[in-house]
């Protein structure tokens, strides 16, 4: 295995970390919620009410953050090996395990684990293996 150096960015992935783990503080903090994102969309498509503005703006916010900084550097170029049908199909799986999980990677992943929930830990293990496996199967196997 060997390392791009020339795409390698430990700095700004530090800095993204360090963004993701406060802001699931603050919100954890601010909410007494995690935060998931599989969690706050599935609360769009269920809407109880009174619980629904603080989550269209986290999905407006998503959308808008990187529209915002688009407008301070320019946006790095996105290469997507797969066709629509790909696509759409690792979309529904990654749906379905959301659902069997009970969560998703920024959940468990960020939110339980911090949080030591053995269940978040056995989830994260799970998905992580797994896409470790997929693409070793896609990519080396099926090639």
Do not use: Q
């Amino acid at each position: 295995m060997t390392i791009d150096w020339t795409h390698f960015t430990p700095w700004m992935s530090l800095a993204g970390g360090l963004l993701l783990g406060v802001a699931a503080a603050l919100f954890i903090l601010l909410n007494g919620r995690v935060l998931g994102v599989s969690g706050i969309v599935a609360g769009l498509l269920r809407p109880r009410r009174g619980d629904t503005s603080w989550r269209w703006a986290f999905v407006l916010g998503l959308l808008a953050a990187p529209a915002v900084y688009a407008g301070l550097a320019p946006l790095p170029e996105a290469r997507i090996d797969a066709s629509w049908g790909v696509l759409v199909i690792a979309g529904l799986l990654v749906g379905v395990g959301t659902r069997y999980g009970a969560g998703c990677t920024s959940g468990h992943g960020v939110c339980g684990l911090s949080r030591l929930s053995p269940r978040s830990l056995v989830a994260t293990l799970a998905f992580m293996g797994t896409g470790f496996l997929t693409v070793y199967v896609v990519r080396h196997l099926f090639a």
